[in-house]
């Protein structure tokens, strides 16, 4: 847990869970800005590419990002750039991991960086998500990058039938293909205490609703509700789920 400024502290959590699969490939962390406080950044990789493939991938991002992390100056250098050079050199490691081992290593990333001052920045390519909730409401949520995205996006077919779409798993973009990342990038101006934000793998949010997702993380200490939801998921998944993984940051009043 970070300190912050008078008024509100940072309480964050993590949670990560093989499913079903043989090999956990998927990756997460929050990190606390190591000389700032109140600068935390929250990211996930979903990881894919053969039994060690993705997991090398999913490792790559994380680690990129943490050492990015530890070199930021707060307030002199530019936030959005930071989370371009993680993609970017990310992007570059897969590329080389690749050309040095037999498998196709490839990653989602999903990242966001909350300030001391309130502001938040994030960046994503592939298919896990940002969300933004304010008490148990989503103020919004990143768009993946996924062909049934974009026939959501065309009017073809709505979110619920999305879902169960034979194709969900078929990504647009992603780390370390041939094709360098094109990443989304949002902005939010000021994140108000009781706001929660999560980033989290498809393995997650694919078995929720945003209304259920908000509930617990407003009704919940992040430890708990991310137990909770790693739990929930591992329920409806029915012995079919895949590497699940979330990272939550909620700004609290000093007074709870």
């Known amino acids: 847990m970070s300190r912050t400024p008078p008024g509100y502290r940072l309480s964050a959590a993590t949670g990560i869970h093989r499913g079903d699969r043989l090999y956990q490939q998927d990756q997460v962390q929050v990190f606390p800005h190591p000389r700032q406080s109140g600068w935390v950044l929250g990211i996930v990789a979903d990881g894919m590419g ?17 050492q990015l992390f530890e070199r930021f100056v707060p307030d002199e250098e530019d936030e959005i750039d930071l989370l371009r050079q993680i ?10 991991t690749a050309i040095s081992a037999e498998e196709e290593p490839h990653s989602t990333l999903a990242a966001y960086l909350l ?11 592939g298919d896990s998500r940002i969300y933004h909730f304010r008490g148990p409401n989503m103020v919004t949520r990143s768009l993946d990058q996924s062909y049934v995205q974009r026939l959501v996006d065309e009017g073809q077919i709505t979110e619920e039938e999305a879902q169960v779409h034979p194709q969900s798993n078929l990504l647009t973009a992603c780390l370390g293909t041939v094709q360098e990342p094109t ?11 009781g706001d ?61």
């Not at 990443?183 to 205490?193: L, S």
């Not at 259920?212 to 137990?227: F, I, M, N, Y």
């Open 183 to 193: 990443p989304v990038e949002k902005y939010i101006e000021r994140v108000e205490t």
């Open 87 to 96: 993609v970017s050199e990310s992007h570059l490691m897969i590329r080389l």
């Open 50 to 66: 053969g039994k060690s493939g993705g997991r090398k991938a999913a490792d790559q991002v994380i680690l990129t990002a943490q």
């Open 196 to 256: 929660s934000l999560m980033c989290c793998s498809d393995g997650l949010w694919h078995y929720f609703t945003p209304a259920e997702l908000g509930t617990v993380l407003h009704s919940l200490p992040p430890r708990d509700g991310a137990e909770l939801l790693v739990s929930k998921a591992r329920q409806r998944a029915k012995g079919t789920g895949d590497n699940l993984s979330l990272a939550v940051v909620r700004l609290e009043p000093l007074d709870e």
């Open 115 to 125: 300030t001391a001052d309130r502001r938040c920045f994030w960046i994503h390519t």
